[in-house]
C-alpha cells in the first residue's frame, strides 16, 4: 500500500514486500520475510492460531504504515 501511495500505482505483493524491505525501516524486514514465507505455505489451515508474538508484531506495523499513509494527501 505505501508503494503504491508513494509511486501512484498499484504493485503486486511480491513488489511491495520488496519496495518496503529497502524503503521502510529496516526493523520490519524480519517480519515482512516471515509473512511472506508463511503467504506460501497453501497447507496453513485457516483457523491455525496465531503466534502471538508476531500477531503483536504485525499491529505494530499496521500501526507503523497508517502514520506512514497519513502523510499522503489524496486531491479530490
Known sequence: MLQD?????????LEGAEWAKQILDPHW???????????QDTEIPIHQSAIPEKFAEVLRF?????????????DE
Open 5 to 13: 501511495l508513494h509511486e501512484g500505482r498499484i504493485s503486486s505483493k
Open 29 to 39: 524486514k524480519s517480519l515482512i520475510d516471515f509473512c511472506w514465507q508463511e503467504r
Open 62 to 74: 499496521v500501526s507503523y504504515v497508517m502514520e506512514a499513509a497519513a502523510k499522503y494527501k489524496v
